[in-house]
């Protein structure tokens, strides 16, 4: 006969076993069915064997660079973004009666999207934008400036766009670290510097991974700037654009299947490296929050 207590005790159990199993069929329907959807899909071309996909892919000229060109996008994009993010987080790890708004300007990207982005910067960074006339006026650059419809276009509105991903997530990372533990080093002869270096870095590690990982999917996603701000049919043909004129222009869904599988692969094959260096930049507790 169960008693009182051990029915009590089962309860908490079975709560969590009501939204496990909502959680797992969400995932199930949202990502993995999906996922193993695209992948058989991509084994079963219009024409030719099982590989056939990948093989166009890999030995057609305007298809496989666009890997490379994803990753030229991508990575300078993610690694100016934390490395400008860091600095600027750590500063602000400190309260003050400015943070507030100085925080709210740093995100404010976040509310206008990529298409906002680009609208702003073809009228300030265009050849007739007001950074052109303004540098020309003052007779420091002699006709105009070409930032837009070009390499550097997407890459700046990457930059706008995922500073404030990453300066948000670097935030939440170095104010959660207890001040005590500085303060502790300081004690013993740690300069600022000294106590950046040893106490919040190492500390910092998996944060900054994390960070680096999730921005850098963000950013090798890039599809709206390539188009808005780049040359899709030239330097700035990304992986995702190929992989839409598969899909909506040659409407061949299981060409389209297969680059998105290699789009995810190149991602995974960075984000295992990131991890895997985070591991071996600090082997220790990752502890030290407040409380």
Request: proline share 7%; aromatic share 14%.
């Amino acid at each position: 006969m169960t008693t009182a207590r051990e029915t009590a005790a089962r309860a908490p159990s079975d709560r969590a076993l009501l939204l496990v199993i909502p959680a797992a069929a969400f995932m199930l329907l949202l990502f993995v069915y999906p996922f193993l959807y695209g992948l058989v899909l991509s084994f079963n071309p219009k024409q030719g064997g099982w590989l056939a996909n990948y093989h166009f892919f890999f030995t057609t000229d305007n298809e496989w660079p666009t890997i490379w060109t994803t990753l030229r996008l991508a990575l300078p994009a993610t690694l100016i973004n934390v490395g400008l993010a860091l600095p600027i987080a750590y500063k602000m790890r400190v309260k003050t009666r400015y943070q507030r708004w100085v925080t709210t300007i740093l995100v404010v990207p976040i509310t206008l999207g990529t298409v906002l982005i680009a609208e702003g910067m073809l009228t300030y960074f265009g050849p007739r934008g007001w950074l052109s006339q303004f540098l020309q006026l003052v007779h420091l650059y002699d006709g105009p400036i070409r930032l837009t419809h070009n390499y550097w276009g997407v890459l700046i509105s990457l930059i706008i766009s995922g500073f404030p991903f990453a300066f948000l997530l670097i935030l939440s990372y170095v104010t959660g670290i207890d001040p005590v533990l500085a303060r502790a080093a300081a004690t013993l002869g740690a300069d600022p510097k000294a106590q950046f270096r040893h106490v919040y870095l190492p500390l910092l590690a998996p944060g900054l991974a994390m960070c680096f990982c999730l921005a850098f999917v963000q950013a090798f996603s890039v599809f709206p700037s390539a188009i808005l701000l780049g040359s899709p049919a030239g330097p700035t043909r990304v992986i995702s654009i190929a992989a839409y004129e598969a899909a909506f222009e040659q409407y061949d869904y299981s060409l389209a299947s297969a680059i998105a599988m290699l789009m995810g692969l190149v991602q995974l094959v960075i984000v295992a490296a990131v991890l895997g260096l985070r591991s071996a930049f600090y082997r220790g507790p990752v502890g030290g929050g407040k409380g």
